[in-house]
């Protein structure tokens, strides 16, 4: 039966990868949306969209009734469920197909006997799938470290490893919580843990006619909490070992009577042994590179095996090599904490297609944002995919570091600079990679900024909003930037940055509009010990080129430096030739705010309080854990930054925060046994 009109249960990034797919095709869409997400770009895309009362998943998108009423409601004959929420719920797969509707993955038998992993574990061993060793529960477990992973559902919720017997309760615990809010299923399983194992998987496809066939593999071995940030494909492997990987795949997919498109994922040993971890009945994130390197929309096939047709007789063999990199909303270098907020700009250069269409060696974006996009905390925090296609590896690694470290990312917090620094690692090259890469390269967390050229991206927006100043002028405007009676008085600027520093920016102008002179201090504006004295910093050899609210132009040392300055309110956004800076212009005569007690640890974004672990008067050390925020759909422990006694816990466990309220009080004084009497030669009892 020919599709006609099909409505995507999800959102951002993937219902508009969907939507792109049925606008080739002629194919009528829908988009359900969260209140949250009604002035998102995929809700506007569709030629339909109906609303979902609600703003978390658990009102909206987790609502299989809503979502079968708004199929309903729009007259759509398919669904398509993208990829997260309801993709791998047989429920609701049951129900859309129970409700007279195509449904575009595998039969709900599928997916339960997939979603299942230790069932799924046990019928693949008989078809002759590899396997790790793996337990049901924490007895006679001797053999460390094990991985705890959720029976249900994946994107690395419910995940723990484990070195050693004393953490082995507490992980399974903690996995079985966010598993259950995660999935709504608190099942987990223990497995031998691989060292230095690298995570690849192969695509795989079934259609009605019962044939099942690989579409090629990817490499996904660079995870965050067991989350891919960069994949690509082909998997840097022996010929022998895709081989055997490939009919081991097809293995598992005829050994379920497979339909559909679906993802056969291994762990490959430093050996190259190799052994199942799971297979995923939907379509991957990480899809783009194997529809660049094969030259297929794998929508577009979903949509076919839908509607009964057999697949191509001919495949296309994969060719050159593609990269792929999820663009989050978070803060790689503090835990990996979620990022909120307004991205006030969002350009990524040299961009040659998005969601599909790259016909020769360039860069695609699939993005579920624009400029405007509002970033909240109710859903997962991957903003886009930068995909990028190479004749060969290096060519792609080239083509996507520049393009991303020349990309405007403004207003909210992202991973950017980490994955570049990936990206240009000598390891990455090398393809000495698996997944526990980022615990070793610690160098790849460092900002792209060197410290060193924080000051000249600074100077580039102090002389920016001069420039401003200057084009706004209601009179005299044709006298220079900063001219005044005393021309010895350099103008001032303070800016802060991010971690509570703050830099200082002097300059000054000649008649001519050139800069005779120039100088910064940095300091910290709120450290443990009150703040520090500013620290001159050695300036290069700085002359002025040109000066626009928006570009601002420097010979540093004789060669020349473009910045590109987007102001927004006391915001301020430099890109240049270094890397970014995201900069806060500070008033120069500040009112006052009010203040915190000392010792206050205060919420990073909104979120909910899960877990309070610790009592008021509970004396504790420096890392401890004091509770567990939630949001973004991961946990986030918030531990105590010394040791001292709990003064305040003002949110009970279940409580709502927003960005900035206290969490807890922690009183670092010395305790009464600590303090040394004042006269050391008298009995202090």
């Excluded at 910064?520 to 040109?546: C, I, W």
Aim: net charge negative; with cysteine.
């Amino acid at each position: 039966m020919m599709i006609r009109k099909l409505l995507v249960a999800n959102r951002g990034e993937i219902a508009r990868r969907v939507f792109a797919t049925c606008r080739a095709l002629g194919v009528e869409t829908v988009a359900v949306h969260s209140d949250a997400d009604a002035a998102e770009p995929f809700v506007g895309e569709a030629d339909q969209a109906v609303r979902l009362p609600g703003a978390t998943p658990a009102e909206t998108y987790l609502r299989i009734e809503k979502i079968l009423d708004a199929a309903r409601r729009s007259g759509a004959d398919a669904v398509h469920p993208g990829y997260g929420f309801l993709a791998e719920n047989a429920e609701f797969a049951a129900a859309v197909t129970d409700a007279g509707l195509t449904w575009v993955g595998p039969p709900a038998k599928v997916i339960a006997a997939m979603g299942d992993k230790l069932a799924a574990k046990a019928m693949l061993a008989e078809a002759g799938v590899p396997m790790l060793p793996s337990w049901t529960d924490t007895d006679g477990i001797s053999d460390f470290p094990v991985l705890v992973k959720a029976s249900a559902g994946g994107g690395g919720r419910g995940m723990r490893i484990v070195r050693d017997a004393a953490g082995l309760a507490e992980a399974v615990a903690s996995a079985r919580r966010e598993a259950a809010a995660a999935f709504g299923d608190g099942t987990v399983f223990i497995e031998r843990y691989v060292e230095r194992g690298r995570h690849v998987e192969v695509q795989i496809f079934g259609d009605a006619h019962g044939r099942v066939v690989a579409l090629g593999d990817r490499e996904c071995s660079i995870q965050r909490r067991h989350q891919k940030i960069v994949e690509e494909a082909p998997a840097v492997v022996p010929e022998q070992v895709r081989t055997a990987l490939h009919e081991a795949a097809v293995a598992a997919g005829r050994a379920v009577d497979y339909l559909g498109a679906g993802t056969v994922e291994f762990l490959l040993a430093p050996g190259g042994e190799f052994f199942f971890l799971e297979m995923n009945t939907r379509l991957q994130v990480e899809h783009p590179v194997t529809e660049l390197c094969t030259g297929l929309d794998l929508v577009g096939l979903q949509l076919l095996v839908a509607e009964g047709e057999p697949l191509p007789a001919t495949l296309p063999v994969s060719t050159g090599h593609a990269i792929e990199v999820r663009l989050c909303a978070e803060d790689a270098g503090a835990g990996w904490r979620p990022a909120t907020g307004t991205l006030h700009r969002f350009t990524v250069p040299a961009v040659a297609a998005e969601f599909g269409g790259l016909t020769r060696p360039g860069l695609r974006l699939d993005s579920g944002v624009v400029a405007g996009s509002v970033v909240g905390v109710h859903y997962d925090s991957m903003l886009a995919k930068l995909i990028a296609w190479g004749r060969t590896r290096a060519e792609a690694t080239r083509l996507l570091s520049t393009a991303l470290a020349r990309a405007e990312l403004h207003g909210v917090t992202t991973n950017r600079d980490l994955l570049v620094r990936v990206l240009r690692s000598p390891a990455f090259a090398a393809v000495e990679i698996d997944t526990g890469f980022l615990d070793r390269h610690a160098e790849v967390f460092a900002p792209l900024l060197p410290t060193d050229r924080l000051p000249l991206a600074a100077l580039a927006a102090a002389l920016a909003a001069a420039a401003q100043r200057r084009a706004t002028a209601p009179v005299l405007a044709g006298l220079p930037s900063g001219w005044r009676n005393v021309p010895a008085f350099p103008q001032t600027t303070r800016f802060a940055v991010t971690g509570g520093d703050e830099i200082e920016v002097r300059y000054r102008l000649d008649r001519a509009g050139r800069l005779a002179e120039w100088s910064s201090t940095s300091a910290a504006s709120d450290s443990a010990d009150g703040p520090e004295a500013p620290e001159p910093a050695v300036e290069p050899s700085v002359a002025l080129v040109e000066a626009t609210p928006e570009r601002v132009v420097l010979d540093v040392d004789g060669v020349r430096c473009a910045y590109r300055v987007n102001r927004v309110g006391s915001a301020v956004f430099v890109d240049g030739p270094d890397g970014a800076a995201s900069l806060a212009e500070l008033p120069r005569l500040p009112l006052p705010t009010a203040e915190v007690a000392a010792g206050s640890l205060l919420a990073p974004l909104p979120g909910a309080v899960t877990r309070v672990h610790v009592q008021v008067g509970q004396r504790v050390t420096a890392g401890e854990p004091l509770l567990t925020l939630e949001a973004m759909k991961l946990e986030h422990p918030v531990l105590a930054p010394t040791e001292g006694v709990v003064a305040e816990l003002p949110v009970p466990a279940g409580g709502q925060v927003q960005t900035g309220a206290v969490l807890a009080v922690i009183d670092s004084s010395p305790a009464p046994g600590d303090l040394e009497p004042s006269n050391p030669e008298e009995d202090p009892r």
